[in-house]
């Protein structure tokens, strides 16, 4: 039997208007579905990476996956501390994500790590918006973790992705 439908949010005594936290909650499931298939995407990379840069690649990634469930939870833990419900099953998840769906197969490196690029811009655009108007409405708890946590995060990791981009020529010595 469900005791919360899915959003809505319950009163709780965090000093916050009700539309406010509702706001709050339905603009951090959105970010939080798309962090949780960009945790996926990081993983589906991870195993998949290929080619001269493998070891570090691969390690890299694997560093990004797990920073990035780390925010799935920060993300998740926020909603239900607003009195919301958090967004947690993976078929939920496919259902609102903005992300596109990556191909079932294997890509090429540079395909693997634009799409994980774009997944991040899509994300800090999002966490922008969302952390603005989070401070508008006073939910400086909302904002501090976007701010703090999501946006910090996603344009470091989007930094070292971008970096194994740069056209580098090997040179054989």
């Known amino acids: 039997m469900e005791i919360q439908e899915f959003g809505t949010v319950r009163q709780f005594p965090v000093g ?14 959105q970010i939080l579905a798309d962090t949780q298939i960009l945790y996926s995407l990081y993983k589906k990379c991870h195993w998949l990476m290929r ?24 993300l998740a833990e926020r909603v239900q501390t607003l009195g919301g419900v958090a967004v ?31 997944a991040h811009e899509m994300i800090l655009v999002a966490a922008h918006d969302a ?25 470091l990791q989007a930094w070292f992705l971008a970096e194994h981009l740069v056209d580098t020529p090997l040179i054989h010595a």
């Open 16 to 29: 916050l208007a009700m539309e406010t936290r509702m706001h709050s909650c339905q603009r951090l499931n």
């Open 51 to 74: 080619g001269p840069t493998f070891y570090q690649l691969h390690l890299l990634l694997d560093k990004h996956a797990e920073e990035q469930l780390e925010l799935v939870d920060k």
């Open 88 to 118: 947690g099953d993976p078929r939920h998840v496919a259902e609102i994500t903005v992300i596109k769906r990556p191909p079932d197969g294997v890509e090429e490196v540079p395909a693997m790590l634009s799409r994980l690029l774009e």
């Open 131 to 155: 952390a603005a108007t989070a401070d508008q409405k006073g939910d400086d708890g909302t904002n501090d973790l976007l701010v703090s946590d999501v946006i910090r995060t996603g344009e």
